[in-house]
């Protein structure tokens, strides 16, 4: 996990993209990494510079940078010729495994991962314009739903590409805003809150104020007060957690009701979800330096996230059908 601090808000939006601290991990303090660093910027990064391909410079890739990432590749391969596996002889650097980049990302496969939950979230929305109704209530929510989960694998992918202060706090506050939208809009449909009747609609108010509220003082506490790993990762969970609980209950209610198979499906997906979820206590070295438990983690949620908007579909044609025969 990286462990950075944030800067401060004043500095200018290019400065706070190209510059930010980041402590050291174990392959940082490396004397030979260290050593091999700067003989290559001594011989390579003078007036002289070595050219830097231009999809690479187009991602703000320079001499610094990529001494600093051959010479991360340069100390693991000597570190796996010298040590056997189980001495672990890789090693992350500056909070990161030292993957192979592919024309410039540097995490390929979680960039690719993230394009397909990006895709599934895409052909969800399209099926949610086909098949439900403009007029049904829910359907504004359920849109929302899917552009919250656009952006959010939107700057996963640019995050993957390059990390950046910039590109991991994008990533971080889409995240928690897609998060935090689901658990928003669960209680609109569990409760229907959605309805046109007074208490509900002043419930409603209430509620959307204070998910508002919520975020901004989360996005707040990171970028005035402390860019806090730990804090973050417990408040997205928190509110997973939550939502988890809430639409595994609507399954197990919905099931007693219509006695069709579809209806557990929410708590079939959490499922998933939480199984998938291990991945990433159980991170590991990329294998051949491309595949690590967080690419996979982002793999494991592209199947549920389609089979989410079938659940959508379902239960919304289930509940105007029961509309219009109590019509």
Not at 36 to 55: F, R
Request: net charge positive; glycine share 6%; with cysteine.
């Amino acid at each position: 996990m990286r462990m950075r601090r944030s800067s401060s808000w004043q500095i200018a939006v290019l400065v706070f993209l190209l510059t930010g601290s980041a402590q050291a991990s174990i392959g940082d303090r490396l004397p030979d990494f260290k050593d091999c660093v700067q003989i290559c910027i001594d011989t390579n990064c003078g007036e002289d510079a070595t050219s830097i391909p231009l999809h690479r410079r187009l991602l703000l890739w320079d001499c610094p940078s990529e001494c600093d990432y051959t010479c991360q590749h340069v100390v693991t391969d000597k570190r796996l010729a010298r040590d056997p596996p189980y001495m672990n002889p890789i090693e992350q650097f500056h909070g990161k495994w030292p993957f192979y980049r592919f024309i410039g990302m540097q995490e390929p496969f979680s960039v690719i991962f993230s394009l397909f939950n990006y895709l599934a979230h895409d052909w969800g929305m399209d099926q949610l314009r086909e098949r439900i109704p403009a007029s049904y209530p829910l359907r504004k929510y359920y849109l929302l739903f899917g552009y919250f989960g656009l952006a959010s694998w939107i700057f996963s992918m640019i995050f993957h590409t390059r990390d950046f202060n910039m590109t991991e706090k994008l990533d971080y506050f889409a995240a928690g805003a897609s998060v935090l939208y689901g658990l928003y809009y669960a209680p609109i449909r569990i409760f229907r809150l959605d309805k046109k009747v007074p208490m509900k609609q002043s419930i409603l108010r209430v509620w959307t104020t204070f998910c508002l509220l919520l975020y901004t003082l989360h996005v707040l506490y990171l970028t005035l007060w402390s860019w806090d790993y730990t804090y973050n990762m417990a408040a997205n969970v928190a509110v997973g957690v939550v939502q988890n609980i809430l639409w595994s209950g609507f399954s197990y209610m919905q099931y007693k009701r219509v006695g069709r198979t579809w209806a557990m499906w929410p708590g079939l997906i959490v499922a998933w979800l939480i199984m998938a979820m291990s991945l990433e206590l159980l991170d590991f070295p990329p294998w051949r330096g491309m595949i690590d438990a967080h690419s996979l983690w982002h793999l494991g949620t592209v199947g549920p996230t389609i089979w989410w908007y079938n659940f959508l579909i379902k239960d919304a044609q289930e509940d105007l059908a029961g509309t219009r025969l109590k019509a």
